[in-house]
């Protein structure tokens, strides 16, 4: 029996594929910003909201991603820029907040919210993340084995990548979140806002630099 992937090769790709999952990114800094400011819940839905963005990649690869980056590569790279911008105008909206911010002792912190969904904003991060392009046009094409089906390699491949991310990302995420309990402290929440803002436009940098 031919096994879809060699076993070597699907190897050397856990590998790689855990060095890339637990560096720091775009994707892992935004789950901490998530985190500290809403908490483990929407941590938890914007890791979802990524790896969902990263399905969707993996099924753009089996239609020929690799071709059309090649192809259209001003393409992507807008779509990372507006990614990034995305980024910035949210970590600029929680640094406005901190600055705004008047409420008092014990009141829920209202005065910023990321986004309406945190599934969307975190869909929104990955699909334009620079990160995950190069690892569909770089990273993974040299594990692929064109000897054998492709669907089936990609189904291996997929399902490493979500579990290392979704273990990686949501221990970023929650780590933020650990945070979270003392949101209602008015100096410790505008601390935390204005780190949360940094922390999204240092994303949003990461973006620019690798996009």
């Given at each position: 029996?031919?096994?879809?992937?060699?076993?070597?090769?699907?190897?050397?790709?856990?590998?790689?594929?855990?060095?890339?999952?637990?560096?720091?990114?775009?994707?892992?800094?935004?789950?901490?910003?998530?985190?500290?400011?809403?908490?483990?819940?929407?941590?938890?839905?914007?890791?979802?909201?990524?790896?969902?963005?990263?399905?969707?990649?993996?099924?753009?690869?089996?239609?020929?991603?690799?071709?059309?980056?090649?192809?259209?590569?001003?393409?992507?790279?807008?779509?990372?820029?507006?990614?990034?911008?995305?980024?910035?105008?949210?970590?600029?909206?929680?640094?406005?907040?901190?600055?705004?911010?008047?409420?008092?002792?014990?009141?829920?912190?209202?005065?910023?919210?990321?986004?309406?969904?945190?599934?969307?904003?975190?869909?929104?991060?990955?699909?334009?993340?620079?990160?995950?392009?190069?690892?569909?046009?770089?990273?993974?094409?040299?594990?692929?084995?064109?000897?054998?089906?492709?669907?089936?390699?990609?189904?291996m491949f997929a399902a490493?990548?979500?579990?290392?991310d979704l273990i990686s990302?949501?221990?970023?995420?929650?780590?933020?979140?650990?945070l979270a309990s003392r949101?209602?402290?008015?100096?410790?929440?505008?601390?935390?806002?204005?780190?949360?803002?940094?922390?999204?436009?240092?994303?949003?940098?990461?973006?620019?630099?690798?996009?």
């Open positions: 029996m031919t096994l879809p992937v060699d076993p070597a090769r699907y190897s050397a790709f856990l590998v790689t594929m855990f060095v890339m999952a637990i560096t720091p990114g775009p994707a892992n800094l935004f789950a901490i910003a998530t985190g500290m400011q809403k908490g483990k819940g929407a941590a938890l839905l914007g890791v979802v909201g990524m790896n969902t963005a990263t399905l969707v990649w993996f099924g753009c690869s089996a239609l020929g991603l690799g071709a059309l980056i090649i192809a259209f590569p001003k393409a992507f790279h807008l779509l990372a820029l507006a990614g990034a911008a995305y980024l910035v105008w949210l970590g600029l909206k929680s640094i406005g907040s901190a600055l705004k911010d008047a409420g008092g002792e014990g009141e829920p912190h209202q005065s910023f919210r990321m986004g309406r969904s945190a599934f969307r904003d975190g869909f929104t991060v990955q699909i334009a993340n620079p990160k995950i392009l190069l690892f569909f046009t770089a990273v993974l094409p040299p594990f692929i084995d064109v000897q054998r089906p492709l669907a089936p390699q990609l189904l490493a990548t979500i579990g290392m990302m949501s221990s970023y995420g929650l780590g933020g979140a650990a949101m209602t402290e008015p100096g410790f929440r505008k601390g935390f806002a204005v780190v949360v803002g940094v922390l999204l436009i240092t994303a949003a940098g990461l973006i620019v630099a690798r996009g």
